[in-house]
């Protein structure tokens, strides 16, 4: 088979940590199977392509593209609407770009709170001049200019179309193959399908036995403050676990390596808010009738944004924090 008449692959990230990029690397000899198989036309983290042999190409000419990262800044934009037009498949790859990640976490802050903070008062910095980072400079007859960045974190459905979800933080190996392969072999759920099993994580968790059919909160502890039993479902212990509220498919990795799940494969398709899925069971199970005690049971979840959407603030209800205006009002619609 000629170089040309394989499909066309292509990865790209936006705004993530990197992670995602390790797990194609993390398939090891199965990536060159899948290479064997493919054309990479994109892969900035370990080749190098050009953004003009991509515009080259004929619409839709690419097979598919992952695309990790949420989208915080126009040149992200820019891509992902260029690799949506050039690609008949295009896959929102991982937490971030499936549903904000953490970046979508910055929706709680207005954009000039972050850049205050991080160019003139976080207390490591040493910034006498209070210099920012500009859209363009213009030196010596020449001008260089650097993406702008937008107010919102979103996901990447938020800006394009996207065919398929593949869920985590970052997705593990075995659905990165098994969604690889279903690709190469034409074998594709509905479009709009999350590559992943549509049941919740306690399904597959090996501590699901011992899960309390009712359970009555009177604490909540984090991991570093208590000897986790290691068979003992983590709720039934007071340690936060988003597995009830969240989509299987890992393997349940993190609790049965002691540590409680936090979300990251984000909820099944009957969930429509995997925050407050968790949140109105942790409430409502609270043993505590009082608002001080109850009050003092919640204290123990210190960030409760963190915790209950640490991978979906950008596509929950909730979406961003507004500030007030003066006046109480809310301030007018911020542009993404
Ligand atoms: S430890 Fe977490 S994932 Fe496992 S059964 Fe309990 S709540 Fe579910
Ligand atoms: S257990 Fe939860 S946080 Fe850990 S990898 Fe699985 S879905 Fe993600």
Redesign the pocket.
């Known amino acids: 088979m000629s170089a040309t008449s394989k499909p066309k692959v292509a990865f790209y990230w936006c705004a993530s940590c990197g992670g995602c990029e390790e797990t194609v690397v993390d398939l090891a000899e199965d990536i060159l199977g899948v290479v064997e198989k493919v054309e990479l036309v994109l892969w900035p983290v370990a080749l190098d392509f050009k953004y003009d042999a991509i515009e080259a190409m004929p619409d839709q000419s690419i097979t598919a593209t992952l695309l990790n990262g949420a989208i915080r800044s126009s040149e992200q934009e820019e891509m992902a609407r260029l690799l949506r037009r050039k690609s008949q498949f295009l896959l929102a790859y991982g937490s971030c770009a499936m549903s904000g990640g953490i970046p979508g976490l910055a929706n709680q802050f207005p954009l000039e709170q972050i850049l205050t903070f991080n160019y003139e008062a976080a207390p490591t910095l040493v910034n006498e001049a209070r210099t920012r980072p500009q859209t363009s400079f213009s030196e010596a007859g020449r001008e260089t200019t650097l993406p702008r960045l937008h107010n919102l974190v979103r996901a990447l459905d938020q800006v394009v179309e996207v065919d398929y979800y593949i869920p985590g933080c970052p997705p593990t190996p075995n659905i990165t193959r098994a969604a690889l392969g279903a690709l190469l072999e034409g074998n594709l759920p509905p479009k709009g399908s999350v590559l992943a099993p549509d049941i ?3 399904d597959e ?4 036995r ?2 309390p059919a009712a359970l009555s909160f009177t604490a909540f502890k984090r991991p570093h403050q208590l000897l986790i039993d290691p068979s003992l ?4 212990q007071g340690v936060l ?4 509220a ?1 989509r299987s498919g890992c393997g ?1 990795q993190c ?1 049965a390596g002691n540590m ?2 936090t979300g990251c494969f984000g909820p099944t398709s009957r969930v429509r808010d995997q925050g407050l899925k968790i949140l109105s069971s942790v409430c409502a199970n609270v043993e505590a009738k009082e608002e001080k005690a109850i009050a003092n049971t919640l204290d123990g979840i210190p960030d409760p944004v963190g915790a209950f959407y640490r991978y979906g603030l950008a596509k929950s209800l909730l979406r961003r924090k507004v500030n007030l205006g003066a006046n109480g009002g809310p301030q007018p619609r911020i542009q993404p």
């Open positions: 919740a994580l306690c968790c090996p501590r699901k011992s899960k479902c983590l709720l039934a676990c988003m597995g009830p969240t349940a609790p409680p799940c």
